[in-house]
C-alpha cells in the first residue's frame, strides 16, 4: 500500500515537471531571437517574460543544451511561430509586406455582367459556378488583395490568386462544420502565396492545399473547379454571372498591374526548390494532380495540336489517360485557358500556373508533349 503511494506522488512529480517544462518551452517559442540578437539582451526577454522562478530556472536548463541559434528554429516570421513547419524554415521567406499588409476582401461586393464597365474583353478574370451561383473575380482587383472571403449561397468560400505563381485556386472555407476566413500571411513558399486562417493562425500552401504550420497543420482545403479565363470567353458563356466590384473598400488604382512585365520576363523574384529550363520560366501550362499522379500540359504544347479538329473555333479537345482514367482536356488558344473533365463529363480542379511553380511544387511531373 505504501508502495503504491509512493508510485503516485513519483508519477504526480513526473507530470508536474513535465507540464513545467511544457511552460518552460512555450515561453520560450514566443520570443524573438535572431542569430544577431546579443545573449545578455536575450536573457533579459526571459526575465521580463515571466515571474515565475521555477519556470525561469527550468528555461535556463533547457538553453544550458540548446544554442542559441538553434532557438531560431522556432523563431517568428511576420508574427507567425514556426513550430516544426512541415518544410524547411528557410524556405518560407518574406515577401515584403507584413501580415495583412496585402488585404484580403472580407466583404465583397458585386455587380451584373453589364455594369462591369471597368472590364475589356481580354482582361484575365477567375470564374467560380458552384452552389447555384457564377461569379467572375477579374485579376486586376486580385493583384492587389490576393484573397477573397466569399459565400456562395450561404456557403463560404475561399477564392485565392498568386501574382508570382499565376495561380487562381478556389477551396470550400467549411471545415469540421465551422467557417474559416483566410489572410494574406506577407510569408512565401517556393515564391507562392502562403495563406493563413483566422481562426487558427495556420499557414496554408495555396498550390498544395496543405496547412504546412500551425494547429491545422497537415489538413488539406478541398478544391472547387475555377477557371482562369478572359472576360470575353467568361461572359459569352456565363451572361448572368456577377463580378466582383472595384469598391473593395480599399484605394487602390486597380487600372495598373504593381507587377508590370512581370508575366512574359524570365526572372523570378525569389528562391525556388527546383528549376527546369525545359520551358521558360512563365510558361503557362495546365497542372493536373490526381490521386497522387501529377502531369503538367504546357500550353505551347498544346498549342501544337492538329488545327484541323474545328476550323471554326480555336477550341480543341485532347484525350488523355492518367492513372488508368480516360479524360478530356478542352484548350482554347484564343482565350488561353484550359480545364480537364472526367468521362462523366465532370469539370475536375485544376490550375492554370507558371512553368516554374509548378516544377518548383511536383520535380517528378509528368509532362504532355505533342506529337512532332
Same mark, same amino acid.
Given at each position: 500500500?505504501?508502495?503504491?503511494?509512493?508510485?503516485?506522488?513519483?508519477?504526480?512529480?513526473?507530470?508536474?515537471?513535465?507540464?513545467?517544462?511544457?511552460?518552460?518551452? *512555450?515561453? #520560450? #517559442?514566443? &520570443?524573438?531571437?535572431?542569430? %544577431?540578437?546579443?545573449?545578455?539582451?536575450?536573457?533579459?526577454?526571459?526575465?521580463?517574460?515571466?515571474?515565475?522562478?521555477?519556470?525561469?530556472?527550468?528555461? &535556463?536548463?533547457?538553453?544550458?543544451?540548446?544554442?542559441?541559434?538553434?532557438?531560431?528554429?522556432?523563431? %517568428?516570421?511576420?508574427?507567425?511561430?514556426?513550430?516544426?513547419?512541415?518544410? =524547411?524554415?528557410?524556405?518560407?521567406?518574406?515577401?515584403?509586406?507584413?501580415? /495583412?499588409?496585402?488585404?484580403?476582401?472580407?466583404?465583397?461586393?458585386?455587380?451584373?455582367?453589364?455594369?462591369?464597365?471597368?472590364?475589356?474583353?481580354?482582361?484575365?478574370?477567375?470564374?467560380?459556378?458552384?452552389?447555384? /451561383?457564377?461569379?467572375?473575380?477579374?485579376?486586376?482587383?486580385?493583384?492587389?488583395?490576393?484573397?477573397?472571403?466569399?459565400?456562395?449561397?450561404? =456557403?463560404?468560400?475561399?477564392?485565392?490568386?498568386?501574382?508570382?505563381?499565376?495561380?487562381? !485556386?478556389?477551396?470550400?472555407?467549411? !471545415?469540421?462544420?465551422?467557417?474559416?476566413?483566410?489572410?494574406?500571411?506577407? @510569408?512565401?513558399?517556393?515564391?507562392? @502565396?502562403?495563406?493563413?486562417?483566422?481562426?487558427?493562425?495556420? #499557414?496554408? +500552401?495555396?498550390?498544395?492545399? &496543405?496547412?504546412?504550420?500551425?494547429? *491545422?497543420?497537415?489538413?488539406? @482545403?478541398?478544391?472547387?473547379? &475555377?477557371?482562369?479565363?478572359?472576360?470575353? /470567353?467568361?461572359?459569352?458563356?456565363?451572361?448572368?454571372?456577377?463580378?466582383?466590384?472595384?469598391?473593395?473598400?480599399?484605394?487602390?488604382?486597380?487600372?495598373?498591374?504593381?507587377?508590370?512585365?512581370?508575366?512574359? +520576363?524570365?526572372?523570378?523574384?525569389?528562391?525556388?526548390?527546383?528549376?527546369?529550363?525545359?520551358?521558360?520560366?512563365?510558361?503557362?501550362?495546365?497542372?493536373?494532380?490526381? /490521386?497522387?499522379?501529377?502531369?503538367?500540359?504546357?500550353?505551347?504544347?498544346?498549342?501544337?495540336?492538329?488545327?484541323?479538329?474545328?476550323?471554326? %473555333?480555336?477550341?480543341?479537345? #485532347?484525350?488523355?489517360?492518367?492513372?488508368?482514367?480516360?479524360?478530356?482536356?478542352?484548350?482554347?488558344?484564343? =482565350?488561353?485557358?484550359?480545364? @480537364?473533365?472526367?468521362?462523366?463529363?465532370?469539370?475536375?480542379?485544376?490550375?492554370?500556373?507558371?512553368?516554374?511553380?509548378?516544377?518548383?511544387?511536383?520535380?517528378?511531373?509528368?509532362?504532355?508533349?505533342?506529337?512532332?
Amino acid at each position: 500500500m505504501r508502495a503504491l503511494s509512493c508510485v503516485k506522488v513519483v508519477a504526480a512529480q513526473i507530470i508536474a515537471v513535465r507540464n513545467l517544462i511544457t511552460q518552460a518551452k *512555450m515561453t #520560450l #517559442l514566443t &520570443l524573438e531571437y535572431k542569430p %544577431s540578437t546579443r545573449k545578455r539582451d536575450f536573457f533579459m526577454q526571459i526575465q521580463r517574460r515571466t515571474s515565475n522562478r521555477r519556470i525561469l530556472r527550468q528555461m &535556463l536548463f533547457i538553453l544550458l543544451g540548446t544554442s542559441l541559434s538553434g532557438l531560431a528554429l522556432a523563431s %517568428s516570421k511576420n508574427g507567425f511561430l514556426l513550430d516544426a513547419p512541415l518544410v =524547411h524554415e528557410r524556405e518560407i521567406l518574406q515577401g515584403g509586406p507584413p501580415r /495583412d499588409g496585402i488585404p484580403s476582401i472580407d466583404e465583397p461586393q458585386f455587380v451584373d455582367s453589364d455594369q462591369a464597365h471597368f472590364l475589356h474583353p481580354s482582361d484575365r478574370v477567375l470564374g467560380v459556378v458552384f452552389n447555384g /451561383d457564377t461569379k467572375a473575380y477579374p485579376i486586376k482587383i486580385l493583384n492587389f488583395h490576393e484573397i477573397v472571403n466569399d459565400s456562395f449561397g450561404r =456557403h463560404p468560400v475561399l477564392v485565392s490568386y498568386c501574382p508570382l505563381c499565376g495561380t487562381g !485556386m478556389a477551396f470550400d472555407a467549411l !471545415m469540421n462544420g465551422q467557417s474559416y476566413l483566410f489572410g494574406v500571411s506577407g @510569408l512565401l513558399y517556393n515564391s507562392d @502565396l502562403l495563406m493563413y486562417d483566422r481562426n487558427s493562425q495556420s #499557414l496554408w +500552401s495555396q498550390i498544395e492545399a &496543405l496547412a504546412i504550420n500551425g494547429p *491545422m497543420k497537415g489538413s488539406r @482545403l478541398q478544391r472547387i473547379p &475555377l477557371e482562369h479565363t478572359t472576360w470575353q /470567353d467568361w461572359r459569352s458563356r456565363y451572361p448572368a454571372t456577377k463580378v466582383l466590384s472595384t469598391q473593395t473598400g480599399y484605394w487602390r488604382d486597380y487600372g495598373t498591374s504593381p507587377y508590370p512585365g512581370y508575366s512574359t +520576363s524570365e526572372h523570378v523574384y525569389f528562391p525556388v526548390a527546383n528549376a527546369d529550363k525545359r520551358y521558360h520560366p512563365k510558361e503557362l501550362v495546365l497542372g493536373v494532380e490526381i /490521386d497522387g499522379q501529377v502531369k503538367a500540359y504546357p500550353f505551347t504544347e498544346l498549342d501544337k495540336l492538329d488545327q484541323g479538329q474545328n476550323h471554326a %473555333s480555336s477550341t480543341q479537345t #485532347l484525350t488523355d489517360s492518367i492513372n488508368g482514367k480516360n479524360y478530356s482536356i478542352r484548350y482554347d488558344a484564343e =482565350h488561353r485557358t484550359a480545364q @480537364l473533365k472526367n468521362s462523366a463529363e465532370e469539370v475536375i480542379p485544376t490550375v492554370i500556373v507558371y512553368w516554374f511553380a509548378w516544377i518548383a511544387f511536383h520535380p517528378k511531373t509528368d509532362v504532355f508533349v505533342a506529337n512532332p
